[in-house]
């Protein structure tokens, strides 16, 4: 059964960067195709899909988050990482990862297996 784990720092000063990783159990790698990918969810905003990367080439992201996001994938350890730049107030949320099958497998409504979720509050 696949599980996958977010795990980071909870504070991130504004202006700095949001650094977490996602690490996979139970997948067999190298058989069907998945999107892995971020998601986060705030009172404000509700669920918002932020980006997806696939083992076997390609990362994909939010219009409005392209130009400060960046997913990356480990391969030695079965994980893969989100790096969020120039963090103000508005990006605390509860961050996901998540994997999503097939053509539609960066759409939160295709994704199959949750992490449970860490909470990230940008504070000064």
């Known amino acids: 059964q696949v599980q996958l784990q977010e795990s980071g720092p909870g504070l991130v000063q504004p202006s700095q960067t949001l650094s977490l990783t996602c690490t996979v159990s139970?997948?067999?790698?190298?058989?069907?195709?998945?999107?892995w990918n971020w998601a986060r969810q705030s009172p404000g905003k509700g669920l918002e899909w932020v980006g997806a990367i696939r083992p076997d080439g390609g990362d994909y992201y939010s219009p409005s988050l392209k130009s400060r996001t960046s997913i990356s994938w480990d391969a030695s350890q079965n994980q893969f990482v989100l790096q969020l730049t120039s963090v103000t107030l508005d990006d605390t949320a509860k961050y996901y990862c998540a994997r999503g099958a097939g053509a539609k497998g960066w759409y939160v409504g295709a994704l199959d297996a949750w992490g449970q979720g860490t909470l990230v509050t940008v504070s000064s």
């Open positions: 139970g997948h067999s790698f190298g058989t069907g195709q998945y999107y």
